[in-house]
């Protein structure tokens, strides 16, 4: 599967963005999705994720609350609603596609097979 995320940009403190990613070759339905986000300096860390069937959804405790992850299947499109944006958020963000299936590893990056390019969220203060 081939993922393209979309939809960075630079906002203010306090408000939002809509991160896109679109998969293509097999439908996202066969996998467990994610989205990272790497700030300078840091680890990539895990934001949210969908289980494979999309019916349990999991997040950092960073963004809980203020982000909110969703798919629109006949898209092939995972999303990341990101409120309530603070400067702290600023990295780069990867959406990405677990074949495994296994929802225990979820936050685990490295369970992950297949990443999209990234996209630039900067939020100033």
């Known amino acids: 599967v081939q993922l393209q995320a979309s939809g960075g940009g630079l906002v203010q403190a306090g408000g939002y963005l809509t991160l896109s990613c679109a998969a293509s070759?097999?439908?996202?339905?066969?996998?467990?999705m994610g989205w990272f986000r790497q700030a300078p300096g840091k680890e990539r860390e895990f934001v949210a994720g969908f289980s494979r069937s999309g019916g349990t959804t999991y997040y950092a405790d960073s963004v809980k609350g203020r982000f909110t992850i969703s798919r629109n299947n006949a898209k092939n499109t995972v999303y990341l609603h990101m409120n309530s944006l603070k400067p702290e958020d600023t990295a780069v963000y990867y959406c990405a596609a677990d074949r495994s299936g296994i929802t225990s590893t979820v936050r685990v990056s490295d369970s992950y097979d297949y990443w999209g390019q990234g996209t630039q969220v900067t939020v100033s203060s």
């Open positions: 070759g097999r439908t996202f339905s066969s996998y467990i």
